[in-house]
């Protein structure tokens, strides 16, 4: 007998849950990221094979390069006390509004006289090269750095707020002048801080 032949039919796999899925997640991911501000002093880091990962609450950024400091807090609270601290220190009154466009920039790196007009720039402008000259780190006389200022204020904001001693990094470019560096660690010891974290690139493994 001849052999019946069933009639072949095409599969056909019915996609559009699928690019519902993939439309939801992508849209999820899309609000929910948090865009990188750009640095307005970029730092090419040494390399390093050491694989520790920084804290992302209770901590401070030291940037140094091209001769100048930046200084930047986690946290928007802890930055507004420090805003405060520092306000009463040198004298210089800041509106709410002001303390919370403060509370918004990762880091900065000007002289307290100049943070108003640093504060009133939109972001494009405020993070251009040549804006911000660095946070002074002389003292003169008898008054400290202002550096040294703005750590002591943002160790007891922290302390304050969250009850958590702040942990100091420096991230330094690979080319800096060793005397800038070293200065900044004198600063940090002047406070008996001597232990923190160095910022470096991540070196491939042979």
């Known amino acids: 007998m001849p052999k019946v032949k069933v ?13 519902d899925v993939a439309s939801l997640l992508l849209t999820f991911f899309i609000l929910t990221a948090t865009a990188r501000q750009p640095e307005p002093l970029p730092v090419d880091t040494p390399s390093s094979t050491v694989k520790i990962k920084l804290p992302t609450t209770d901590i401070a950024t030291l940037t140094i390069g091209q001769g100048k400091v930046f200084f930047g807090v986690a946290g928007q609270p802890v930055r507004i006390r420090m805003l405060e601290r520092m306000a009463e220190r040198y004298n210089i009154q800041f509106t709410d509004q002001e303390k919370k466009r403060f509370s918004l920039m990762d880091n900065f790196g000007v002289p307290i006289s100049q943070l108003k007009q640093l504060i009133a720039l939109p972001n494009d402008k405020r993070n251009k090269e040549g804006v911000q000259v660095g946070i002074p780190t002389d003292s003169v006389g008898r008054n400290p750095s202002e550096l040294r200022e703005w750590i002591y204020n ?9 009850d958590k001693e702040l942990r100091i990094s420096i991230k330094g470019d690979s080319k800096e002048n ?12 002047s406070q008996e801080v001597n232990k923190f974290s160095l910022i470096t690139s991540l070196e491939g493994l042979d």
Request: charged share 30%; net charge positive; glycine share 0%.
């Open 178 to 189: 060793y005397k800038v560096v070293k200065k900044i660690i004198d600063i940090l010891q």
């Open 7 to 19: 009639p072949r039919k095409s599969t056909v796999i019915d996609m559009t849950a699928m690019c």
């Open 154 to 162: 943002a160790r007891y904001a922290t302390k304050e707020l969250n």
